[in-house]
């Protein structure tokens, strides 16, 4: 269970330190927008970068990740289907289903499966498919609609010139060609992805300043099914799943139903800041559902842990 402690510290202090800073008046709400931009543009496609180019893309194909596209999509739709019901636009729409979908693979999911799981490795699928499938397609989505680019052609070059997917799609690159980059090359680009993690945690505390979680508003009750679908729904859709659809033995079970119980990414809230659409959902959903995948955890640990 040493994982779980260390993954949530890890987040809670650097989410306490932005709360802090903006609490004491270090730094004003102008630094939000900047470290939303520099995030997005910058350290984010260094440190997808650094991550996919060593990956192990072969485990993209692994038996765990068709019980994962199943529920995480699963989650998705229904979002989605809840949000158009009560009229939110379609913008806030995909927000929301990111929400309901999209885990945090990268900075809970890999201390998670390492010390949960016995390998670190078992979170990369998870990453790949969200960052080569998930995301391009909701920031297609968003660009559409947000952005105005309504042409096929307007939407593809937006998409591809995302920095993030920029970043994305050279470190798979380098994975699938088997190339090794010398060092002079990957430790700088490791050392400049490394503060991506800490600053957009810095980022989301900032924006927990002069904001009550959970406040009355139209956006309550997205955030209440949200996190609803995240912490319950999912985690027992890849249980069912793995168990009964595919016959996946114990500790396949085991592995994906802890994937499925992360928390929401804080990507979704970055994407969220960068389009200025559904940012108090994304927010407050990461929120909730981080707090509650602590016991969440510990509970799947108990009772599939082998």
């Not at 765990?64 to 806030?92: D, K, N, Q, T, W």
């Not at 994937?259 to 929120?287: K, M």
């Not at 799947?300 to 082998?306: N, P």
Request: hydrophobic share 55%; glycine share 10%.
């Amino acid at each position: 269970m040493s994982g779980i402690v260390t993954g949530f510290a890890v987040i809670g202090l650097a989410v306490f330190v932005g709360w802090v800073a903006a609490r004491t008046g270090v730094v004003g709400p102008e630094a939000r927008p900047v470290l939303a931009k520099l995030n997005f543009t910058v350290l984010a496609p260094f440190l997808l970068f650094s991550v996919l180019s060593t990956a192990d893309v072969r485990e993209l194909f692994s038996t765990l990740l068709p019980v994962y596209v199943i529920a995480s999509v699963g989650m998705m739709a229904l979002a989605a289907v809840f949000a158009l019901a009560l009229r939110r636009s379609l913008p806030e729409a995909t927000v929301g289903s990111l929400a309901a979908g999209y885990v945090n693979g990268n900075n809970i999911g890999i201390p998670v499966a390492l010390y949960m799981l016995g390998d670190a490795a078992l979170s990369a699928p998870v990453v790949l498919l969200q960052l080569l499938v998930f995301m391009p397609v909701a920031l297609a989505v968003l660009g559409a609609t947000v952005d105005g680019r309504t042409s096929v052609a307007g939407i593809v070059r937006g998409t591809l010139g995302n920095p993030i997917i920029i970043g994305s799609i050279l470190g798979v690159g380098v994975a699938v060609s088997g190339l090794r980059l010398p060092e002079w090359v990957s430790e700088p680009v490791s050392f400049v992805g490394h503060a991506t993690v800490p600053l957009m945690l810095i980022a989301y505390g900032l924006s927990l300043h002069g904001q009550r979680v959970l406040a009355p508003g139209r956006h309550r009750i997205d955030v209440i099914v949200l996190s609803t679908l995240k912490l319950v729904a999912m985690p027992l859709a890849a249980w069912a799943l793995a168990r009964f659809a595919f016959g996946l033995d114990d500790d396949q079970v085991y592995a994906v139903t802890v994937l499925a119980s992360l928390p929401t990414a804080q990507n979704v809230h970055v994407i969220a800041q960068r389009y200025s659409t559904g940012e108090l959902v994304a927010r407050d959903t990461i929120f909730v559902t981080t707090l509650g995948a602590v016991p969440l955890l510990i509970v799947v640990g108990v009772l599939l842990g082998t």
